[in-house]
């Protein structure tokens, strides 16, 4: 198997053409399975900007089940030194309401990503990252232009969050390889990867369910479906067990492919929001890297 999959991929280098191997994307579910909590419903009230725009409430996002499947779980092929392009298309964090959309982003060493404001008032984005080139800079009104931040450099999973609204949070996967997804809100997701035949792990993460594994089959340029179910006993009582930022584990071979500056951002005003709120932000401090 290993030296027929090596075989497919010089095949590809030597410019034999497509024609000659066969290639897959591979799709699935997460599901969750148990009664899936109430989600926590956020107060705006003190900033009647956020809170106009939900007039039915504003709700957290970290826990996001809908009929039986589980939303923003970053899922991802376990290999070392699988290689494919970088994503030409920036990946986009907004700020809409008060809030991050999409709330999980997953992106691509050297790919781009875009950080808007939807919203005609000052937000901050400031990343919890360690490896990754930090950022922190306000967005003191609607910018749909987006300001781009340098690329991330390696693998690495971290916390972006609002110093001035801080029930506001985003998480940031990035991967050395174009191989992964994110669920949305039907459980599904597809990895786009053009992967070879072979048997592939897949790992899928969920900021407060943890990570699991799956094996899958690639076989005739058909993929199996891969099917995740997490169970609602694993769900972490606070968000602050998952604050910051973890180094992505160094991924393991199963298949051969060849193929800062801070923001000004005013004293005054963010105290003001602060007091309001009664919810003055918490110094957060790094995660242990996963091993």
Known sequence: MKARLMLSALALAA?????????????GTVKFDGEAPEPAQIDMSAVKECAAQHPDGAFDESLVVADGKLANVVVSVKADNLQGEVPKEAATLDQKGCQYHPHVVAVMVGQSLLVKNDDNFLHNVHALSIDNPA????????????????????????KVKCDVHPWMGAQVAVFEHPYFAVSKEDGTFKIPGNLPDGEYTLVAWHEKLGEQEAKVMVSGGKAENAEFTFKPAAAKADDAANPGAVKLASLEKTVPVKDGACCEVSKAKTLKVAVKADAKPQAEQPQAAAK
Do not use: H, W, Y
């Open 15 to 27: 410019g034999f053409g497509l024609s000659s191997v066969c290639l897959a994307d591979i799709s």
């Open 135 to 158: 950022f922190n800079f306000g967005q003191p009104t609607k910018d749909l232009n987006g300001r781009k931040v340098d690329p991330m450099k390696t693998a690495e999973r971290f």
